[in-house]
């Protein structure tokens, strides 16, 4: 993520919220079943914190994605 959003770096204040956004990510490209509010809850942030950082996560994922 930092990679592909340099030289735009992101201020991270609370890399918890980060980490549980890879966790959803990670999961999902391996078919793990957690829900959102099972992540949130592991990593102590709000499901709603957590749907923004994995929308921003996605977006900078998609735009580095090759286009078919």
Avoid: C, D, V
């Avoid at 509010?37 to 977006?59: F, G």
């Amino acid at each position: 993520y930092l990679y592909a959003s340099f030289p735009m770096l992101p201020n991270i204040k609370k890399p918890n919220s980060w980490a549980a956004a890879l966790h959803l990510a990670a999961g999902e490209l391996l078919s793990q079943s957690f829900s959102k509010r099972q992540i949130a809850e592991l990593y102590k942030i709000t499901p709603m914190t957590l749907n923004k950082k994995y929308s921003q996560l996605n977006e900078i994922i998609h735009q580095h994605l090759p286009k078919n």
